[in-house]
């Protein structure tokens, strides 16, 4: 609590991700007032068809 | 802007999920007046096993 | 099931979210093959300082 | 409707995912007064790589 | 962790949702064996004119 | 593309909100090479009824 999804296509690193959860927990706590250990991040990864921009799929790009 | 998503249970195909997509940034186009290219809608599929209507997963019916 | 959820500004009028409901229940219906009483929209409305593109809020567009 | 979505690291058995949404299901019903047949229960797992609490991933941990 | 979103029409007293927090708590921790300090449950609310069922808002029903 | 979600209890400012949309996308820019312009932050307020951690609200902490 604040608990913060990000929703992207796969493909990202393991270090990208450790780098990214990393951050924004910072950002929550610094701006949020929130204790570290209360921040949730999760990654919420969709496959490129499973996913559209002005009505077509990534995987169509 | 805006973002829609549509959770299924899984096992829909490509041309299932290309109709769709098309389907609903074009109706979000016309009712919401957002330009397309700002319309995203990503696919939350769901294992059968993951999913319960009723008390009951989909993999039990 | 399936469940769609549209995140947007607020500021829709009614007539505006009536024809949104219907068109993007009737693609669910026409390419996912579910029932039309199974199928699930709900508009999840934002004011404009709750939400934000390129880390500008739109509430300061 | 309504609809409940569950966000956990993944790894539990179909026991006991059969269990929780049959609980949480009794517990709409008996508490919202929802149609039990009405009632969505959706488990959406992350792997523990994609999912963070103080910074850390939970697969760094 | 594990995070709980129950999606409801608006208009339940605080004691329904007092109760549905504790028995959905209790679910996850005798099921899941998650800690119960670490279990999150939020629910969402929306008017009834913004959502639907079958193509209609339920505030046309 | 991607999308950021920040569940929290309403009570934050507008300055406190500003800040944290301009990190966290500055975040996403940086790690996951998103461009800035296509970074959708949204913060998801919840009343203090209805949320609750170790199944209780916070109202009545």
Redesign the interface.
């Known amino acids: 609590?604040?608990?913060?999804?990000?929703?992207?296509?796969e493909g990202?690193s393991?270090e990208?991700?450790?780098?990214?959860?990393?951050?924004?927990?910072?950002?929550?706590v610094?701006?949020?007032g929130a204790a570290?250990?209360r921040?949730?991040?999760?990654?919420?990864?969709?496959p490129a068809?499973?996913?559209?921009?002005?009505?077509?799929?990534f995987?169509?790009r």
């Not at 990393?22 to 950002?27: C, E, G």
Request: hydrophobic share 45%; net charge positive.
């Open positions: 609590m604040p608990e913060v999804y990000v929703h992207a296509v990202r393991i990208q991700k450790r780098a990214l959860v990393k951050d924004i927990t910072d950002a929550v610094r701006h949020f570290p250990d921040v949730m991040v999760q990654i919420v990864e969709s068809h499973n996913k559209a921009k002005g009505g077509v799929l995987s169509d």
